[in-house]
């Protein structure tokens, strides 16, 4: 079975500053996809970014990017210039047959 | 915003009784998920489907148990609702191409009294 493990419960940035946030998962599947996902307060959850596991290209999303390491099932996910509505849980999910998600990180904004 | 809703937003029944959380989505998707996230934590999948007809267990053990009988609905049903099913259940779709995006909906926060 794929599990997705994210070490850190909690995280914290100053506003206009960069935060990592790591994912790492276990699979022995070689087609797959990483995703980040974003739940804000009492709202939707909603796509952050998305790499295709056959690609070595990291993906980029505005503030947003990823350094991903096949070898080592890795997976972290940077903010870049963080901002007061980045503040949420962030989510790592493995997506093949089923998505499954990891334990999340709460992020939070200071200003 | 994505076009999948559930229904109640928020309820609170009392032990035994039996509910049926909706699920609803427009956009055609193949897939569908339950997820059950307790606040603050993580998801864990309970429920999917590939498609009409089509449903599996996820990696979380639960009582409920969903029917896909169209593409746009996936009911989940809790026969006799127990204190220990509180928590929030989260409802997501995707097209049935592997690696598409999930969109989710509000989901239901559950409390048995």
């Known amino acids: 079975a794929q599990t997705v493990t994210q070490s850190q419960p909690e995280m914290s940035v100053q506003e206009a500053e960069t935060v990592t946030l790591s994912c790492t998962y276990d699979t022995s599947e070689s087609d797959y996809y990483l995703f980040w996902y974003k739940q804000p307060p009492s709202r939707q959850m909603i796509l952050v970014i998305r790499?295709?596991?056959?690609?070595?290209q990291n993906a980029t999303e505005n503030r947003f990017s990823v350094n991903f390491q096949k070898a080592a099932k890795s997976f972290s996910l940077k903010i870049s210039d963080s901002q007061l509505g980045d503040a949420a849980m962030y989510f790592c999910a493995y997506g093949a047959q089923k998505l499954v998600f990891g334990q999340g990180t709460r992020l939070t904004i200071n200003p | 915003e994505a076009d999948i809703y559930q229904t109640p937003r928020y309820l609170v029944i009392g032990t035994g009784k039996k509910i049926t959380l909706e699920c609803s989505q427009t956009?055609?998707?193949?897939?569908m998920y339950w997820y059950q996230q307790d606040p603050g934590m993580e998801l864990h999948l309970i429920h999917y489907?590939?498609?009409?007809?089509?449903?599996e267990k996820g990696d979380l053990s639960s009582e409920s148990t969903v029917s896909r009988i169209r593409t746009e609905h996936f009911p989940l049903t809790l026969e006799s609702a127990r204190p220990s099913h509180t928590s929030q259940y989260l409802c997501?779709?995707?097209?049935?191409?592997?690696?598409?995006?999930?969109?989710f909906g509000q989901g239901t926060r559950l409390t048995v009294v």
């Open positions: 997501a779709s995707s097209v049935g191409v592997w690696g598409s995006e999930a969109f």
């Open positions: 956009m055609g998707h193949d897939k």
């Open positions: 790499q295709e596991a056959y690609k070595q």
């Open positions: 489907s590939y498609g009409v007809n089509s449903t």
